[in-house]
């Protein structure tokens, strides 16, 4: 494999950035400790700072994410505004995000609005592994006193807040 520039570096985190939000909205969740964040090699643990949980490690990023996001029916990220730090690696990935999220409830599945939306700003420290770009730590900030659109509900009291 040749070296990289910053143009190919980018495209890859900005690549990874939309991958980890398109696997959390499609169901596949599990797929995040392996596919987006850093494996633990090296003295390497990968974070995953949400302010409502910290998760350490693959295995607990793996548990977590497991257990988030199985209270949902659905939910849609959607990602804008990324900057990025790059100067060799370690690398900084900035972006805004729009969560919107439709909990799970009993009963039949019916078409409704979307129970909250989170507006916030997330930071992911990259680092190349393998020569491939993965996210060591990843956190999130909520913009706004609160969600944006109606209520979060009580499993996820703190998100955002750092």
Do not use: K
């Amino acid at each position: 494999m040749g070296s990289s520039t910053d143009a190919d570096d980018v495209i890859a985190i900005g690549n990874l950035v939309a991958e980890s939000q398109y696997l959390i909205d499609s169901g596949r969740w599990s797929q995040l400790a392996d596919d987006v964040f850093a494996s633990e090699v090296d003295g390497v643990t990968p974070e995953a700072d949400f302010g409502f949980a910290v998760w350490r490690g693959t295995e607990a990023i793996r548990a977590g994410f497991d257990a988030s996001l199985r209270r949902f029916e659905a939910c849609m990220h959607a990602v804008t505004n990324i900057y990025m730090a790059l100067d060799g690696d370690p690398a900084v990935a900035g972006y805004y995000v729009q969560g919107w999220h439709w909990v799970r409830h009993a009963g039949p599945r019916l078409s409704r609005e979307a129970d909250f939306l989170v507006l916030g700003v997330m930071r992911d420290d990259v680092l190349r592994q393998s020569g491939e770009w993965r996210v060591v730590r990843r956190q999130l900030s909520r913009v706004g006193p609160g969600v944006a659109v109606g209520t979060l509900p009580d499993f996820l009291a703190g998100l955002g807040e750092s």
